[in-house]
């Protein structure tokens, strides 16, 4: 049977941030990640070693990693779409033990988001992989639009489950499987899953919090379905959950996505339910929700708008 403890890896600083137009200091990245840390929560994606003319906003990261007091036990991945960004992640002193790799169920969003194709992109992505590990690197992958597609409409699940398969052989420790649209609803998602099981054995997916290998998945709330999904996820036997303070986030290659389900709002629904959220794998502390609320606003405001999050706008109410 499948442990409670649901972990949260939180995406806010990267996914939730690589979408804003205007610069945000490095201090502020910092100063995100520092407090997230301090609410309990053990894995922060804290950027990108990708091309600065694709994504501007991740420039900087190096910055932010070596800014950030790491706390023991703590992981801090940066996404790394190719050689190049291994390269130059590998020629600076060492800044993180993990990297998080991506690629798309179709090739149109690959073809958008890495500028090539979903096959291409994974024949690149083994090497990469296999160094980052002899490394020493922990390696996650991404398997983005697994319900729809923006560009080329409802995805085939087989693809999702094959995609998945192929960066669990390559090395990656754990997948994630992104309605990076969100458009899907609970039935979808359990749909999904249940194909993917196909290929990924039931105990790699109800895993207890220290496992090994694992998929698991990430929620866009476009037509307010993130949170469903997510109970939809738990029943299926996932037990990780990406989530981003604030409900920050879209991607810059799926047009009129909105971000993450917020962290607060996972927190908040799963709150004296049979789960017990940690802050990510292994760990046996929880995440304070009052603290990850007000980070959600605070990071708002500096973003120039108020908090995205149901739960953060509720509990600021009261
Ligand atoms: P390309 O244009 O085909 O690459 O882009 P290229 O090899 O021709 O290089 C073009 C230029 O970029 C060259 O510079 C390279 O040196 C440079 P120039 O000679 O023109 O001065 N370059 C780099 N610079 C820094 N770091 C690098 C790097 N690579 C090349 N790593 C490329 C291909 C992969 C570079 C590009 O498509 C790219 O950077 N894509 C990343 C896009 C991205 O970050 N998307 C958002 C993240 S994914 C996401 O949000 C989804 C996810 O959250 C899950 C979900 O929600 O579904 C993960």
Same mark, same amino acid.
């Not at 290659?253 to 908040?268: F, M, R």
């Given at each position: 049977t499948a442990s409670n403890f649901v972990n949260i890896v939180e995406v806010g600083p990267r996914d939730g941030l690589q979408n804003e137009k205007g610069t945000i200091p490095v201090d502020v990245k910092v100063e995100l990640i520092n407090r997230l840390s301090r609410a309990g929560l053990k894995t922060i994606e804290a950027g990108s070693f990708v091309s600065p003319k694709w994504v501007p906003q991740m420039a900087g990261t190096a910055e932010v990693l070596s800014g950030i007091q790491q706390r023991e036990g703590n992981h801090y991945p940066v996404l790394v779409p190719n050689q190049k960004g291994l390269d130059n992640l590998l020629s600076l002193p060492r800044l993180t033990d993990e990297i998080a790799i991506f690629t798309a169920a179709t090739d149109a969003f690959t073809k958008a988001n890495l500028n090539t194709t979903t096959a291409e992109s994974l024949v690149r992505l083994r090497p990469v992989t296999e160094q980052a590990i002899k490394n020493g690197l922990r390696v996650r992958g991404y398997v983005s639009v697994v319900i729809a597609c923006p560009y080329s409409g409802k995805t085939d699940y087989g693809k999702v489950r094959e995609v998945a398969k192929e960066l669990l052989n390559m090395g990656c420790y754990e997948v994630s499987l992104g309605d990076t649209v969100g458009m899907g609803t609970p039935d979808e998602v359990a749909e999904m899953i249940e194909e993917v099981k196909k290929s990924v054995p039931v105990e790699k997916l109800a895993v207890p919090a220290s496992s090994e290998h694992e998929i698991f998945v990430?929620?866009? *709330?476009?037509?307010? #379905? @993130?949170? $469903?999904?997510?109970? $939809? @996820? &738990?029943?299926?036997?996932?037990?990780?959950? *990406?989530?981003?303070?604030? !409900? &920050? !986030?879209?991607?810059?290659?799926?047009? !009129?996505? #909105?971000?993450?389900? $917020?962290?607060? *709002?996972? &927190?908040? @629904? &799963?709150?004296?339910?049979?789960?017990?959220?940690?802050?990510?794998h292994g760990s046996s502390g929880g995440v304070n929700l009052d603290e990850v609320v007000d980070i959600g606003w605070w990071i708002s405001e500096k973003l120039g708008r108020e908090s995205v999050s149901r739960a953060g706008r509720a509990i600021r109410a009261k």
């Open positions: 990430q929620f866009h *709330d476009t037509y307010g #379905t @993130a949170i $469903a999904n997510v109970i $939809a @996820a &738990l029943s299926q036997g996932i037990r990780t959950i *990406d989530s981003s303070v604030g !409900g &920050l !986030g879209g991607c810059p290659y799926s047009p !009129g996505a #909105t971000g993450n389900v $917020a962290t607060e *709002d996972v &927190l908040y @629904a &799963l709150q004296g339910s049979q789960y017990h959220v940690v802050g990510s």
